[in-house]
């Protein structure tokens, strides 16, 4: 009896995420990432605000009791010193969610395929912002934005200016939009996304910056030994 070996590259999403379109290249090795579907946010922290969704960035700090995330109003960048703390383990740990690195942005933003095509300015409802389009979409921009919940539905992603905090202060709301990356540069300054220009920046750690997470897209080859007894038969094989 013949036996064949069939290697089969199974691309799917390490958790249960439902949109398979929205699909990013992140480097040049092929990782591939999905974008959450909206801005990370937490519970408000003062009386009559809005959740909170602009964080300093996120480290394990020797000066505070416990970790925060980014959510406070200090403006000191020694209250932000210490390593990353990711966002992303706030969320269930099988999710896997977690914060692109400065270089896995900037290859989204410049660097994969058809990348200056794939993301442009656009106003969605009255909000100003940046439209991401998966790798393979065939979307132009202008009708992505025409047809949002058509273009949603493909993978588009949109990440609204929401401006920066300067302490208690909203600056540049609707204007701007800064994204914190995974990135040092030093214990005072960490590397945020200016989505506007499309480039990378060191800021002060203290700065209140958007916060987008991904989830990892897996990709695994299976090793089938097939017979001549099983050839002609649909085999269905889920990922565990």
Same mark, same amino acid.
């Given at each position: 009896?013949k036996r064949?070996?069939?290697?089969?590259?199974?691309?799917?999403?390490?958790m249960s995420?439902?949109?398979?379109a929205?699909?990013?290249?992140v480097?040049?090795?092929?990782?591939?990432?999905t974008f959450?579907p909206?801005?990370?946010t937490r519970?408000?922290?003062?009386?009559?605000?809005d959740?909170?969704?602009?964080?300093g960035?996120?480290?394990?700090?020797?000066?505070?009791?416990t970790?925060f995330?980014?959510?406070?109003f200090?403006?000191?960048?020694?209250a932000?010193a210490?390593?990353?703390?990711?966002?992303?383990?706030?969320?269930?740990?099988?999710?896997?969610w977690?914060?692109?690195?400065?270089?896995?942005?900037?290859?989204i933003l410049q660097?994969?395929?058809?990348?200056?095509?794939?993301s442009?300015e656009?106003?969605?409802?009255?909000?100003?912002?940046?439209?991401?389009?998966?790798?393979?979409?065939?979307l132009?921009i202008?009708?992505?934005?025409a047809q949002?919940?058509?273009a949603?539905s493909?993978?588009?992603?949109?990440l609204p200016?929401?401006?920066?905090?300067?302490?208690?202060?909203i600056?540049?709301?609707?204007?701007?939009?800064?994204?914190?990356?995974?990135?040092?540069?030093?214990?005072?300054?960490? &590397?945020? *996304?200016?989505?506007?220009?499309?480039?990378?920046?060191t800021?002060?750690?203290?700065?209140g910056?958007s916060?987008?997470?991904?989830?990892?897209?897996?990709q695994?080859? *299976?090793?089938?030994?097939?017979?001549?007894?099983?050839m002609?038969?649909? &085999? *269905?094989?889920?990922?565990?």
């Open positions: 009896m064949w070996v069939l290697n089969i590259l199974c691309l799917f999403v390490c995420v439902h949109a398979a929205n699909v990013f290249t480097n040049s090795d092929g990782a591939q990432v959450a909206d801005n990370f519970p408000a922290v003062l009386p009559n605000t959740d909170f969704h602009l964080f960035w996120s480290s394990k700090s020797k000066y505070r009791v970790d995330y980014g959510v406070a200090v403006r000191a960048n020694g932000y210490g390593d990353f703390l990711d966002w992303g383990t706030l969320l269930p740990e099988e999710q896997q977690r914060t692109l690195t400065a270089q896995e942005w900037m290859y660097t994969r395929p058809n990348a200056a095509s794939l442009g656009a106003t969605i409802g009255e909000q100003k912002g940046l439209v991401l389009l998966p790798d393979t979409s065939t132009t202008s009708q992505a934005a949002w919940q058509v949603q493909r993978g588009a992603v949109f200016y929401q401006g920066y905090r300067d302490g208690v202060e600056v540049q709301e609707g204007e701007v939009g800064y994204y914190w990356t995974a990135s040092a540069k030093d214990s005072k300054q960490s &590397i945020y *996304i200016n989505i506007n220009q499309k480039t990378q920046v800021g002060d750690r203290f700065l910056c916060v987008r997470l991904v989830q990892p897209v897996c695994h080859t *299976i090793h089938l030994h097939v017979d001549d007894a099983s002609g038969k649909v &085999i *269905i094989f889920k990922p565990q």
